[in-house]
Structure formats: C-alpha cells, structure tokens
C-alpha cells in the first residue's frame, strides 16, 4: 500500500500536509491523486451543506418571526441578518452555488417547518405548506428584508 494512502485513512492531517508538500515542490507522481480528487470534491459538497444549513436557519426564523409576532426579539432578527450575511458571503465566494438555490430552498424548508413546529409548538399545518419565500432577483438575502418588514 502506498505511504500516502496509509497516511491518508491513519492521519488525515498529516496526509494533507504531505500532499501540499507535494504540489508545492511539482512532485506530482508522488501524489495521491484519487483520494486528492476525492477530497477536493468534497470541498464544493460541504459548500452546498452549509448554503442549505444556513438557508434553513433562516427560513425558520422567517416563519417563528411571520406566525409569532408577538414573541419577536432582537435575538431572532439578529440570527436573520446573520444567515443573510453569511448566505450573501458564501454565494460571493463560490458563485457557482446560484443555480442551486432554488433546490436548496425547497430542501431546507422542509426542515425549517419541522424546526419551526417544533421550537413554536404550533402545528405544521399552520405554516405555508410550500417555501413562501423566493430567491427572485438572484438575491437569497432579500427574503428576510421583505419578511422583516412585514
């Protein structure tokens, strides 16, 4: 078994080190391509994640803050404005992400409805069955705008 692969299940961190090593110094038949592919893929995988993750968050504060006006606070908007903030950053740093919103959108609202059920106590049927909110314009961060200010 080549070092490398030995490296890469027994010392991840160590294995990471030798690869950048590697490229630095132009030693590419050294490398350990497939599981360098692999991890590189997995980047742009985590990048997804967190856009749904984070779109998540949001959207369930959009419906705690639309279906419980009377219990909104500073700690709600504030975590809206962050995940605007962050949605903003990530679609900035990995453009490419755009085209996927409309799919994350769909996928993290039916977590953010379970979640927001769940935090509320209010029964599911009481929020929208499908994501009221859109990403029109390409702008994911104008969703809370529009949700804040109603």
Known sequence: MPRNLADYEEDFYAWTVEQARLLRSGEFSSIDV????EEIESLGRSDKRELES???????????WQKQ????SPSW???I?????????LLKESPSLQPFINEALTEAYSDALEAASNETGLPETVFPAECPFTPDEGAVARISSRALSG
């Open 34 to 37: 497939a599981n360098v592919a």
């Open 54 to 64: 984070r779109l998540t968050v949001l959207l369930m504060h959009l419906l705690k």
């Open 69 to 72: 006006s009377k219990m909104r």
């Open 81 to 89: 404005l962050e995940q605007r903030r962050r949605i903003a950053k």
């Open 77 to 79: 908007s504030g975590t």
